[in-house]
T-cell receptor
């Protein structure tokens, strides 16, 4: 089954404790992205990757890091989480081919930083 | 930069009735895609319908249809014969068909309530 998986689905942590949210896709997609969703703000892109070892900042990258060492994985790293990073996070992927290519979303990770 | 505006934070509709959710966007591009996503309480992002900007015909998917007004940069979603399962947050989204096609730009969302 074609899917994007994220782990963990729920996480409660404390300020300053490094954490990683994993994202994996099984569709051989080139493009992968991380979004955060906050009430009244919709979804905003944090980082994106166009292929292995190619990553760039989205609209709200402060406080986050990413890496793309393998095509299927795109982890989101919070090296020193703060309460303002409490949010719902989505990983997404799609093919880079010409024309329309469906975007696949992971199930979301609910992060609370105390 | 592209922007997407949903001016209705909340809407409600009676079961079996029709409701229209509004969305406007701003872009200088001619090649792009527009989407409506549904987010039920499970939080999963579900694609409801998409529209390619080069297509004049409005997209339809069963009870869901759009009114795409390219010149006015308007992209509304009509839900006919509303069902209880339609209750969700709905997001309008834009994606470039060209160089910046690596991201979706979302509106802030409209929370739809369906009353029995």
């Amino acid at each position: 089954e074609a899917q994007v998986t994220q782990n963990p689905r729920y996480l409660i942590t404390v300020t300053g404790k490094k954490l990683t949210v994993t994202c994996s896709q099984n569709m051989n997609h080139e493009y992968m992205s991380w979004y955060r969703q906050d009430p009244g703000l919709g979804l905003r892109q944090i980082y994106y990757s166009m292929n292995v070892e190619v990553t760039d900042k989205g609209d709200v990258p402060e406080g986050y890091k990413v890496s793309r060492k393998e095509k299927r994985n795109f982890p989101l790293i919070l090296e020193s989480p703060s309460p303002n990073q409490t949010s719902l996070y989505f990983c997404a992927s799609r093919s880079s081919g010409a024309g329309y290519n469906e975007q696949f979303f992971g199930p979301g990770t609910r992060l609370t930083v105390l | 930069a592209q922007t997407v505006t949903q001016s209705q934070p909340e809407m409600s509709v009676q079961e079996a009735e029709t409701v229209t959710l509004s969305c406007t966007y701003d872009t200088s591009e001619s090649d792009y895609y527009l989407f409506w996503y549904k987010q039920p309480p499970s939080r999963q992002m579900i694609l409801v319908i998409r529209q390619e900007a080069y297509k004049q015909q409005n997209a339809t998917e069963n009870r869901f249809s759009v009114n795409f007004q390219k010149a006015a940069k308007s992209f509304s979603l009509k839900i006919s014969d509303s069902q209880l399962g339609d209750a969700a947050m709905y997001f309008c989204a834009y994606r470039s068909g060209g160089g910046s096609n690596y991201k979706l730009t979302f509106g802030k969302g409209t929370l739809l309530t369906v009353n029995p």
